[in-house]
């Protein structure tokens, strides 16, 4: 079956440090991936995103890449700051008619100043 | 101008009873949607719309009901609440193809005692 998982289910970083989170996705046919930052009490915030023609892709402080080969996305945030600290998931294109966002289980990064 | 805003924020209520949640996104997208957030963080998709109509229903019971009066609404309607239905529920919303980001609202916190 369609799912998308986290190797890590936490990641303590100290302020400035680059923090990676992974993620392997099961669905070689999936080709739209986007990561979100969750924080408290908060809907999921998009970040980044991704298609499958492409294997890098750079924001302000983030970037995401995609290993197609070994289904794997990573997010790098540089400098990372305490207000960085949040649960992240990604997500694929899959489900009924591929058309529904498949959730991992998310990562929640600590930041300590 | 909360783009997408969700009602109520809180639902404390008892098992048996009927409630509903609603969503209004002023983004002008063409699709919406309703996603559940257990315990543990998953998110999972439960419904989709398109222009008003269904276009996702991922397994979920009959006592959950969907209704979009207009492509700028929908709501979820839950007959005879459920122990298991204590959750935050998200409604999200995106421009007409799925390759596009979901922007969600904060979440609705449902705890049935």
């Known amino acids: 079956g369609e799912s998308v998982g986290l190797h890590l289910p936490t990641l303590s970083v100290q302020e400035g440090d680059n923090s990676i989170i992974n993620c392997a996705y099961s669905n070689s046919a999936s080709d739209y991936f986007i990561w979100y930052k969750q924080e408290s009490g908060k809907g999921p915030q998009f970040i980044i995103d991704i298609r499958s023609n492409m294997d890098k892709r750079q924001g302000q402080r983030v970037t995401v890449l995609l290993n197609k080969t070994v289904k794997h996305l990573s997010l790098q945030i540089a400098a990372t700051q305490p207000g960085d600290s949040a649960v992240y998931f990604c997500a694929e294109i899959g489900g009924q008619a591929g058309t529904a966002l498949i959730f991992g289980k998310g990562t929640t990064l600590s930041v300590s100043s | 101008d909360t783009a997408v805003s969700q009602t109520p924020k809180y639902l404390v209520t008892q098992m048996g009873n009927d409630k509903s949640i609603k969503c209004e996104q002023n983004l002008g997208h063409d699709t919406m949607y309703w996603y559940k957030q257990d315990s543990k963080k998953f998110l999972k998709i439960m419904f989709s719309?398109?222009?008003?109509?269904?276009?996702i229903n991922e397994t979920v019971p009959n006592r959950f009901s969907p209704k979009s009066p207009d492509k700028a609404h929908l709501n979820l309607h839950i007959n005879s609440l459920e122990l298991g239905d204590s959750a935050v529920y998200f409604c999200?919303?995106?421009?007409?193809?799925?390759?596009?980001?979901?922007?969600f609202g904060d979440g609705t916190r449902l705890s049935i005692l």
């Open positions: 719309y398109n222009n008003k109509e269904l276009i």
């Open positions: 999200a919303s995106s421009q007409d193809t799925i390759s596009q980001p979901q922007h």
